[in-house]
């Protein structure tokens, strides 16, 4: 029997849509067999010390503390807290962690250090993050936690990424012996998504995921500016005033006919939304962050039996193939998007074969597939 203990920042209590918890939340799931056990923790902040079924919350937290004084003291506990939960496991348990906060990183070290447990870490982006802190104190506490990171990734004996060029990143950081396992997305095929589309009905080009620069969103309200038979919905998480700078743009362009912005929307209404549209869009622009790109919504975009347009960026070549189950374009420029957009509308009957096609795809990548090799994995490097 395999004993996996899974520590990360996934929310219990709601579902806000996010991309790092559905992907952590399959991998617990798919840790659930015959010959294995999983217990799951989330070490973010339980205010309402509420309870769930999925996992267990290590910490209870007070909102608002009162002064810094009373906030550096509960930083000190949590962290000798934290150290004591991970003392508690046993030596053969393996520990299945996230890119844990910097507060958490140096007990967890200890505990690696003292106890020697079988560590693996998912990581599902490099470590520098794309938003580059614009204050002096920003850069170096994003500095340190970046080496914080590097630390904690020499103790780890198995790292989880994304793409094969993750995977390349990663190995100059983790130890000689260190294994890798890629994972690129992962999806559950056992649910029923119906296509529930408006026959007649103005064309639906639809994109929900993170609203930022990076992932093309005003490259696309650029490209929607001379689509003329269609309607355009981007929904999804923002950082502070970008959601508004994204109206502000539509207006300034006068597309607020067919082009609507709207917050991040749980999974399972995304999910649901995203088989009533005629094509999904996926434009992310070739800046660093589209190095081994693959994105975790391309699996659901794709089982929704929506055809899927996306750039040609990262990794995507690799399960994207145009005209066949999907469409994939290599541009940097909105008018040459735009038009693509149009030569799809005008050959609406090919498009729902290729929808039909990028559903059949999915198949392998069923999270339980997938788990399954892993396990597979796992118990034999163990076994070594």
């Known amino acids: 029997m395999i004993n996996i203990i899974s520590i990360s920042g996934i929310d219990f209590d709601k579902d806000g849509g996010e991309a790092s918890d559905i992907r952590t939340k399959f991998i617990n799931k798919g840790f659930k067999t015959d010959d294995t056990s999983i217990k799951v923790y989330s070490y973010k902040a339980n205010y309402s010390a509420s309870t769930s079924f999925e996992g267990q919350y290590i910490f209870e937290e007070k909102k608002n503390q009162s002064s810094f004084i009373s906030k550096v003291i509960a930083a000190f506990k949590k962290n000798w807290d934290f150290f004591i939960f991970l003392m508690k496991f046993k030596r053969d348990d393996i520990i299945l962690i996230d890119k844990l906060p910097i507060i958490l990183i140096y007990p967890f070290l200890l505990f690696k250090i003292i106890r020697k447990n079988y560590v693996a870490a998912q990581f599902s982006e490099f470590l520098v993050h794309h938003t580059t802190p614009n204050t002096k104190i920003g850069k170096i506490l994003g500095n340190f936690y970046f080496f914080s990171l590097k ?69 696309l309200i650029d490209a929607f500016v001379n689509v003329e038979d269609a309607e355009l919905e981007i929904f999804g998480p923002s950082i502070d005033g970008y959601e508004k700078f994204l109206i502000d743009k539509v207006d300034s362009l006068k597309i607020s006919h067919k082009v609507f912005i709207s917050k991040a929307k749980e999974n399972t209404e995304t999910i649901r939304l995203l088989a009533t549209k005629d094509l999904l869009v996926i434009p992310k622009l070739d800046d660093f962050r589209a190095k081994g790109y693959i994105p975790s919504k391309l699996g659901d975009f794709l089982f929704s039996g929506t055809p899927v347009l996306v750039t040609d960026v990262g990794e995507m070549d690799e399960y994207i193939f145009d005209g066949i189950n999907g469409y994939i374009i290599k541009t940097e420029d909105p008018v040459e998007f735009g038009k693509k957009i149009d030569s799809i509308i005008n050959n609406q009957a090919s498009s729902e074969y290729i929808g039909v096609e990028g559903k059949k795809t999915t198949i392998k990548f069923h999270y339980k597939n997938q788990m399954d090799s892993f396990l597979l994995f796992l118990k034999e490097i163990i076994n070594e």
């Open 151 to 219: 630390l904690l990734l020499k103790k780890v004996d198995l790292v989880l990424v994304i793409s094969k060029e993750h995977r390349r990143y990663y190995e100059s950081l983790v130890k000689k012996e260190c294994n890798f396992f890629v994972l690129p997305f992962l999806i559950d095929t056992d649910k029923n998504v119906d296509n529930n589309r408006e026959i007649n009905s103005r064309f639906k080009v639809c994109y929900a995921g993170a609203l930022s620069k990076s992932n093309g969103v005003e490259f």
